[in-house]
């Protein structure tokens, strides 16, 4: 029952996983083919407090997620093997878009698409974190 519970809540990851792929893909893209609209000088201010709102929302996601993580580190030993197993799998998924984000803006420091998608990245794995916590 227990590994039945888990597959049956994996095809929404699954979904959304390949969603982020599809965005990281386009939003590359977009940007080797120069698609992306300039932003004109007198959208410069507002695209800046959405970008700085981006960030803000993806260091507050990091640093919950860390803290969730840290929290989880203590239940682990009661979780069953195909619980912990199928938790692992799923935050291996979300650390490596995360990851692939992360290489992305790095690139392209100043992609609000890519600063957002990462913040939405934070946020997934704030939900499986604790959605963790509160099963154990």
């Given amino acids: 029952t227990e590994g039945r519970a888990v597959r ?9 996983s390949t969603a982020v792929a599809a965005v990281l893909l386009v939003a590359a893209l977009a940007e080797m083919q120069g698609w992306r609209q300039r932003p004109t000088v ?4 507002s695209l800046d ?11 507050s996601y990091e ?4 803290r969730l993580l840290n ?3 203590m239940q682990r030993a009661m979780m069953g093997p195909a619980t912990a197993a199928s938790f692992d799998g799923d935050l291996a998924i979300i650390d490596k878009s995360i990851a692939e984000q992360k290489a ?3 690139r392209d420091p100043h992609n609000l698409a ?3 998608l990462l ?9 499986l974190l604790e959605r963790a916590n509160n099963a154990g």
């Fill in 71 to 73: 929290e989880l580190e």
């Fill in 119 to 127: 913040a939405a990245s934070y946020k997934q794995k704030v939900e």
């Fill in 49 to 59: 407090a959405a970008f700085a709102s981006a960030v803000d929302s993806a260091r």
């Fill in 63 to 66: 640093d919950e997620s860390r």
């Fill in 104 to 106: 992305a803006l790095a």
């Fill in 114 to 116: 890519l600063q957002r």
């Fill in 8 to 16: 049956a809540r994996r095809p929404w990851l699954a979904i959304v």
């Fill in 42 to 45: 007198e959208s410069q201010p």
